[in-house]
């Protein structure tokens, strides 16, 4: 990240699972035409290849070694985003419970937070960044202007999510899924670095009733106010 970096505007959006982070944030960059960063994806990635390599949580330095050379590449695809760790396209096997299990396990490894700090800085380009995932305006991007924090019911959220894996042709159960996504909220919220939480001059959205459109339009609001006023 260069030294002039901290003149290029960014808007975070956090928040838990299922909450319209990632919609939200990739339709923003759309039409602002700015870099995105899913920074959730980045810690599926290291997560899968901490399973490929068979590194346990607990191994936290081989995991700041691994988050340092993690290979990605995020590109446009046909409806969604494509995600690549090496070359390979690993969209699928990333979104993945087992997956996202892992990934909030290591998400809550210091080290693993340490390897990947660059890499989430270094997507700040002109001219602009939408970052998503759950620390981005706690940590990762403070000096942002505008800080959103999204939140839902676990109930709905759980919802969501049945509905994202049933149209990729993942099963799953409702009830099951509700009880992970609170498991996960407690040890994201509970971590010692960088918990789960609002920053403190984050505008928080309750998007349990709102559309994507809805949202998006609330959000492109805030932006015109705050970087445009």
């Given at each position: 990240m260069?030294?002039?970096s901290s003149d ?8 838990p699972?299922?909450?319209g982070?990632g919609?939200t944030?990739?339709?923003?960059a ?5 870099h995105?960063l899913?920074s959730g994806?980045l810690?599926r990635l290291?997560?899968l290849?901490?399973m490929?390599?068979?590194v346990a ?11 340092q ?15 690549l760790l ?5 969209s ?13 396990r290591?998400?809550?490894v210091?080290?693993?937070r340490?390897g990947?700090v ?6 700040r380009q ?11 305006g706690?940590?990762?991007f403070?000096d942002?202007?505008?800080?959103i924090?999204?939140?839902?019911s676990?109930?709905?959220?759980a919802l ?5 894996l049933?149209e990729k042709?993942?099963?799953?159960n409702?009830g099951e899924l509700?009880v992970a ?5 407690r040890?994201?919220a509970?971590?010692?670095t960088?918990p789960?939480?609002p920053?403190?001059?984050a505008?928080?959205?309750?998007t349990t009733?709102?559309?994507i459109?809805?949202v998006?339009d609330?959000v492109?609001s805030?932006v015109?106010?705050?970087?445009d006023?």
């Amino acid at each position: 990240m260069n030294s002039e970096s901290s003149d290029i505007p960014v808007v975070t959006i956090d928040g838990p699972s299922g909450v319209g982070k990632g919609t939200t944030a990739s339709l923003l960059a759309q039409a602002l035409d700015w870099h995105l960063l899913d920074s959730g994806a980045l810690y599926r990635l290291l997560a899968l290849s901490a399973m490929r390599a068979g590194v346990a949580p607990e191994e936290e330095a081989r995991l700041e070694t691994m988050a340092q050379s993690l290979a990605v590449r995020f590109e446009a695809g046909e409806g969604e985003q494509r995600v690549l760790l090496a070359g390979e396209d690993v969209s699928r096997e990333i979104r993945t419970e087992d997956c996202g299990t892992m990934a909030s396990r290591i998400a809550a490894v210091p080290g693993a937070r340490r390897g990947l700090v660059k890499l989430q800085k270094d997507f700040r380009q002109a001219p602009g960044l939408v970052a998503d995932g759950r620390d981005m305006g706690t940590t990762i991007f403070p000096d942002a202007p505008l800080k959103i924090f999204l939140t839902a019911s676990p109930a709905e959220r759980a919802l969501r999510r049945h509905k994202q894996l049933k149209e990729k042709g993942i099963d799953a159960n409702v009830g099951e899924l509700e009880v992970a996504i609170a498991e996960r909220d407690r040890r994201d919220a509970e971590r010692s670095t960088s918990p789960l939480k609002p920053a403190d001059d984050a505008v928080r959205i309750d998007t349990t009733e709102l559309s994507i459109n809805q949202v998006l339009d609330r959000v492109l609001s805030l932006v015109k106010e705050r970087l445009d006023g």
